[in-house]
């Protein structure tokens, strides 16, 4: 199977297909610790990571940011005193998509 984590994201634009439920399923064991989440009608990928006290939780949102700037996908991000949550989602087609999937398990990498 292709490991999500070494792959990049593609443009993605209005009326693009959401990743099926097959297509979760089948990649799911790569990022086992990310819940998907509906909120407002728009499924999205989410975890919170734990961490020691703040200046670590800040560094990693700053590792998570800089790899959004890289591949141009960009989630939503809380910061608070020892621990993040990181959301991922596609804003243009309202839902879940490959590249979300992808950045899900490049997140993860950071920690390795």
């Known amino acids: 199977m292709e490991r999500l984590s070494e792959q990049t994201c593609e443009i993605c634009r209005v009326g693009a ?19 998907i989440l509906t909120i407002d009608g728009v499924q ?3 975890r919170t990571y ?33 621990e993040v949550t990181v959301q991922w989602w596609t804003h243009k087609i309202k839902g879940l998509h490959r590249n979300d999937l992808i950045m899900a398990a490049k997140t993860d990498a950071l920690l390795e």
């Open 44 to 46: 999205r990928l989410s």
């Open 17 to 35: 297909p959401l990743a099926t439920a097959e297509e979760i399923a089948g990649f799911r064991s790569q990022i086992p610790d990310w819940q």
């Open 50 to 82: 734990r961490f020691r006290n703040f200046a670590e939780a800040l560094e990693f949102t700053n590792r998570v940011g800089a790899l959004a700037e890289t591949e141009g996908h960009h989630p939503a991000i809380v910061t608070a005193w020892g």
